[in-house]
């Protein structure tokens, strides 16, 4: 059996991308920094030596020339940008060769009234919103890794349930009960193990429920990131920072034309380049060219184990699932009426904000912009919440449930208070109400509306089996380490996890002998993991002794023992003595609890009486690892469309993989 590859989580690679994103936009913004900053000391010496002549001159551009020529081999491939025109300029003093004893006090003030202060500060600001952004991108894909790892986990339990389930068959229907077990009571044991294997059924038929849903949503985030968010960002940031370039490069070309008639048709090229610069073509280029800002797949679906479902699943008449598919329906058709009268409220709200910034005087001026920048926060939030819901119901509607039915009402009442709410707005305005209390009436409905949206929150993810660290484990398989960072390990022995893997199916663990390293999950037994509790309700009490309809993995207890006591005779062999640290169920406190530990010894037991203990963990050991999740798509190809058309007041439902 081979070990599972070491991938990397989902939301590592996805923060790592983010990262390389910001590291790349730093460069390139540090790069039109050092541009500024070498305008400004070019036009402090232009200045100083505009009275000398031309040996002088040639001699102040050289070093400009040189360090340009290093610069353009990495933006060679861009055409008209603010460094190609900048080569041009450098051409043109280079040919002028002449005094500029007119244009010397002009360099000077070009000089003074550059720097790089105000664009450090639009860069921090852009910066700040792009974190943001991203910080919500990866909270959704760490809620689909904790969906997806929640997913595999109910399908592993319900896969050993079934097997389980099917020995206790095999073996009442070939009438070998043994010597501890009658027919009757292995009847009564399937139909135990039965019910069971409905039940982990359910469970995992919601877990994958789940994982559909987190799966579109994120996949809908990340397109609106790189469609929408992360376009818009940058065109602001660098639409902002080419005013700080385009100026002095714009005034060195004039002057350069009026002070050189020798080098007169260089400066009128070097005008033209700098006219010519495309800003939003650079951007375009810009993000065509590195690669990390390209679009990727979409996330594709997963199926974990022998798992064949790859669509949400409705219950069987009347159960809880079909029920939980219309909650689902009813949730996120409100959420996209909550998020319609968001955007349509908050885009008014701001027509409000911008007459009052206009009129209000500089000492309220702050308070107003931030303001401003709450409700496009807000109306941000609303529109991303939308093209999340969307996908969502898309992928309802596909799996047969009447979306429209929930979402035309919810629509139309949304329509209808918006409506209202502008015809108040206009009457307001017709009565020439335009005080302080009026406004604050306008905004206060505003921040009523948002604070009505926290009712449609996303809920947490149900919480996972975890166990604490550091923990005993025991090794079930031997494993020889291929790496440096990993531990060989052999069968039998014990071991102590201190920490998670970096990957998936992987754990730091240490030995008798103090060596450390990385060794699968898999080949491991952790005797103390807290299973997830019975939807029943069945909860064991605090301080009780486990028993076994409580503890459906008797083999997690003891892996090593050879006689396979369960706990239901007094065990004196080797395996249980040489392991204190295990908790013991009933049975193994040194008392006989059955009336047949006085006849039978455990060496008498027959081996096919009860399943091998080392059957049941290398059925565990053996099932098929769960699909490591794909790298996070970064971009999906179709852009969800909107849910709502108030003209022909349909939905249109966008094409969803996965």
């Excluded at 043109?92 to 500060?121: F, I, N």
């Excluded at 605090?542 to 050879?562: H, K, M």
């Amino acid at each position: 059996m081979q070990p599972p590859p070491r991938k990397v989580k989902p939301a590592q690679e996805v923060k790592l991308r983010f990262l390389e994103q910001l590291s790349i936009l730093q460069t390139r913004q540090q790069r039109e920094a050092d541009l500024l900053e070498d305008i400004r000391s070019y036009s402090k010496q232009r200045a100083a030596i505009e009275r000398e002549y031309g040996q002088a001159l040639q001699k102040l551009a050289g070093p400009f020339l040189k360090r340009e020529g290093q610069r353009s081999g990495e933006v060679a491939s861009r055409g008209r940008t603010v460094f190609g025109a900048w080569r041009c300029l450098l051409d043109a003093t280079v040919a002028g060769g002449q005094t500029r004893l007119q244009a010397s006090d002009r360099y000077r003030d070009l000089a003074g009234g550059t720097g790089r202060s105000a664009k450090e500060q639009v860069l921090r600001k852009g910066t700040e919103s792009l974190q943001r952004a991203q910080a919500e991108v990866l909270q959704s894909v760490r809620e689909l890794s904790r969906s997806r790892k929640l997913y595999g986990q109910r399908e592993r339990v319900w896969a050993l349930a079934q097997e389980k389930a099917a020995d206790v068959q095999a073996r009442l229907n070939r009438s070998d009960h043994g010597i501890f077990h009658s027919r009757a009571s292995l009847q009564k044991l399937s139909t135990k193990l039965s019910a069971q294997s409905a039940q982990y059924s359910h469970q995992l038929r919601t877990a994958r429920n789940e994982y559909l849903l987190n799966l579109v949503a994120t996949n809908a985030h990340l397109a609106h990131y790189y469609q929408e968010e992360l376009p818009d960002l940058l065109k602001v940031l660098v639409s902002e920072l080419s005013e700080y370039l385009r100026d002095p490069l714009t005034l060195l070309s004039h002057t350069e034309l009026e002070a050189a008639e020798m080098a007169l048709e260089h400066a009128r090229h070097g005008g033209q380049a700098t006219s010519q610069v495309n800003w939003e073509q650079d951007v375009k280029l810009f993000l065509q060219g590195p690669g990390v800002f390209s679009p990727t797949p979409p996330q594709q679906f997963q199926p974990a184990g022998t798992d064949q479902v790859c669509a949400l699943e409705r219950g069987a008449g009347g159960l809880a699932g079909e029920s939980g598919l219309e909650k689902e329906v009813q949730r996120w058709t409100s959420r996209a009426a909550r998020d319609y009268k968001i955007q349509h409220h908050g885009h008014r709200v701001l027509q409000r904000l911008e007459q009052r910034r206009q009129q209000a005087p500089e000492r309220e001026a702050p308070g107003v912009e931030q303001r401003l920048q709450e409700v496009r926060e807000s109306i941000r939030r609303a529109q991303v919440s939308q093209v999340k819901g969307a996908a969502r119901l898309a992928l309802l509607q596909e799996a047969g449930l009447d979306v429209q039915r929930w979402l035309k009402p919810a629509m139309t009442q949304a329509q209808d208070e918006v409506e209202q709410e502008r015809r108040l707005s206009e009457a307001r305005l017709s009565q020439r109400d335009l005080s302080p209390t009026a406004e604050d009436a306008e905004l206060s409905d505003f921040d009523e509306c948002e604070e009505a949206g926290e009712l449609f929150e996303e809920p947490a993810p149900p919480a996972l089996a975890t166990r604490s660290l550091p923990c005993p484990a025991h090794v079930v398989f031997g494993y020889q380490a291929g790496r440096e960072d990993e531990l060989t390990i052999t069968e039998g022995e014990w071991l102590e996890v201190i920490e998670e893997g970096d990957a998936d199916e992987w754990v730091k663990a240490r030995n008798q002998h103090g060596e450390a390293g990385f060794v699968p999950e898999r080949y491991l037994n952790f005797p103390d993991l807290s299973l997830p509790e019975s939807n029943h309700g069945s909860h064991n009490p605090s301080g009780a002794e486990p028993t076994d309809a409580a503890i459906p993995f008797p083999s997690q207890f003891f892996p090593s023992c050879t006689h396979q006591c369960l706990g239901r005779i007094h065990c004196t062999c080797s395996a249980c003595r040489q392991s204190p640290r295990l908790p013991r169920p009933p049975g193994h406190d040194g008392a006989s609890t059955q009336a047949d530990a006085s006849t039978t010894s455990p060496t008498s037991q027959s081996p096919r009486s009860w399943p091998s203990r080392c059957s049941h963990l290398k059925a565990m050991a053996s099932l098929p690892p769960s699909n490591a999740a794909a790298p996070i798509s970064m971009l999906t190809e179709t852009k969800p469309s909107t849910i709502w058309s108030e003209k022909g007041k349909t939905c249109s439902v966008p094409h969803v993989q996965g």
